[in-house]
């Protein structure tokens, strides 16, 4: 079946270090949305990307979009201790409808301060 | 700003025993979904809910759970006799309209079967 791949699944880094994860599906996605989720607390989102090679940024984070939908990253310069959390990226169901989101395993990062 | 609500925060209920998740999503919000996380891994789908009615449900999303929007506000998540793998948080979450829409997610529920 359709899976979302996250890579890596944990990052220890030093504060003021960068921080990459990578989502890949398995299928083209219509869209890419990315959650994040602090310690003991509920996935928020962050951003969604619809077109193919669309990049957003949002203060220090840079959000793309694969060429051919299938792959994202998202990349934190200078990291901080309040960017610790899980971040998680999904994409619909292919052939779902009414957002049946498919999560990836999400990449837990860790800042030392 | 709007949140999703959820109660209780808390569950614990013994295997067997019928549980009632309750969500209070954004008011102008039209989806409505249901979401599991077993402690330390991902996100699941379990359950959509559009126009009264299910719009689409996952394989875990079996005979044991159920979904009510019984009345302007609330939508609950029932799980008829517990397992103990049932055992997880349990997230509300709604948008505004469909997959191109972000969804807002609740505190969530965390349900314990003893």
């Known amino acids: 079946g359709q899976q979302v791949m996250q890579i890596p699944q944990y990052q220890h880094v030093q504060e003021g270090e960068d921080f990459t994860t990578y989502c890949n599906s398995s299928t083209t996605l219509s869209n890419i949305q990315w959650y994040k989720q602090r310690p003991g607390g509920h996935p928020v989102f962050l951003i969604q990307?619809?077109?193919?090679?669309e990049v957003k940024k949002q203060k220090r984070l840079t959000f793309q979009f694969g060429e051919a939908k299938k792959n994202s990253s998202l990349h934190i310069t200078a990291t901080q201790t309040t960017d610790v959390g899980t971040y998680f990226c999904a994409g619909p169901r292919y052939g779902g409808s009414q957002g049946n989101l498919i999560f990836g395993k999400g990449t837990k990062l860790s800042v030392k301060p | 700003e709007p949140e999703v609500t959820q109660t209780p925060s808390h569950q614990v209920t013994q295997m067997g025993q019928e549980v009632i998740l309750r969500c209070v999503p954004i008011?102008?919000?039209?989806?409505f979904y249901w979401y599991r996380q077993i402690l330390g891994q991902k996100v699941e789908f379990l359950v959509s809910?559009?126009?009264?009615?299910?719009?689409?449900k996952s394989e875990i999303f079996d005979d044991q759970f159920s979904v009510e929007r019984p009345d302007g506000s609330n939508f609950t998540l029932k799980i008829r006799s517990t397992k103990l793998e049932d055992s997880a948080m349990y997230f509300c979450?709604?948008?505004?309209?469909?997959?191109?829409?972000?969804?807002?997610f609740g505190p969530g529920t965390r349900l314990t079967v003893t």
């Open positions: 979450a709604s948008s505004r309209a469909g997959p191109k829409y972000e969804q807002y």
């Open positions: 008011s102008n919000h039209l989806y």
């Open positions: 990307l619809v077109k193919s090679g």
């Open positions: 809910f559009y126009n009264n009615e299910i719009s689409e």
